[in-house]
């Protein structure tokens, strides 16, 4: 059986009165993310670990930041689209393994429907898909809650 792994690493600046999309989860914050589409920086930084699995680039590749198409995007269908890719290229999602790097708000309580999320567009079960956070101790920006970044690992296993 033949195996691919992909890391995705992903970064959003916060800014007030946007909403804030982690997930696929709209988390209550008085600060959201900023970008082109709805800015959920964890599954950009998951697409970004499906794609480098099979070497065909970064979401900025398929989803660029100049296309009016994505403008405003739901995250979600982003990773529709790079798992019918994968599976377009004959390989399957085995399991994702991700963190979050976040100040606040603290996303305990929604991990369980990211999780969720996440599964069902990927086709794995929830027990396979990990959603973890961490702070910066108050250091860098991300400590000065000036924005927000991920961290993706994938395994991906020939159809």
Known sequence: MSFRIG???????????????I???????YKGALGHSDADVLLHA?????????????IGVHF???????????????????????????YRV?????????????IRPYIGQMQKIIAGITGVAETD???????????GFVGREEGLMACAITLLSKL
């Open 7 to 21: 890391t995705g690493t992903d970064f959003h600046r916060l800014q007030e009165g946007l909403p804030l999309w």
């Open 23 to 29: 997930g696929g989860v709209l988390i209550p914050h």
């Open 46 to 58: 998951i697409c970004d670990a499906m794609l480098g699995a099979l070497c065909l680039g970064d």
């Open 64 to 90: 660029p930041d100049t296309s009016e198409e994505f403008r405003n995007a739901d995250s979600k269908l982003l990773l529709r689209k790079t798992t019918e890719m994968v599976h377009d290229h004959g």
């Open 94 to 106: 085995v399991n994702i393994d991700s963190t979050l790097c976040l100040q606040t708000p603290k």
């Open 129 to 139: 898909v990990s959603v973890k956070a961490t702070t910066t101790e108050e250091l």
